[in-house]
């Protein structure tokens, strides 16, 4: 799976995993980034089937989003 996002300024961004009991399985970016557009690849080839959780930050701003994972 691949994440597309675009940064309007330099600004940090992390973008992490968890598992649905709160669990950080891996996290794909922590670092500063340059202004505009961003892409970052998740391959879940080593996990088992289930839902996960990816939380986004950038800067102040925090979303998480629900991903169900099916081998």
């Given at each position: 799976?691949?994440f597309l996002?675009?940064?309007?300024d330099?600004?940090f ?7 649905v009991?709160?669990r950080?399985?891996i996290t794909l970016?922590n670092d ?6 961003h ?6 080839k080593?996990?088992a089937s ?10 102040d701003y925090y979303?998480n ?6 081998k």
């Open positions: 799976t691949k996002y675009i940064l309007p330099y600004n961004v992390q973008i992490a995993v968890f598992d009991m709160g950080e399985i970016i500063f980034q340059t202004a505009g557009r892409e970052v690849t998740f391959d879940g080593n996990l289930g839902v996960y959780i990816f939380q986004f930050q950038i800067g979303t989003k629900k991903a169900i994972l099916v």
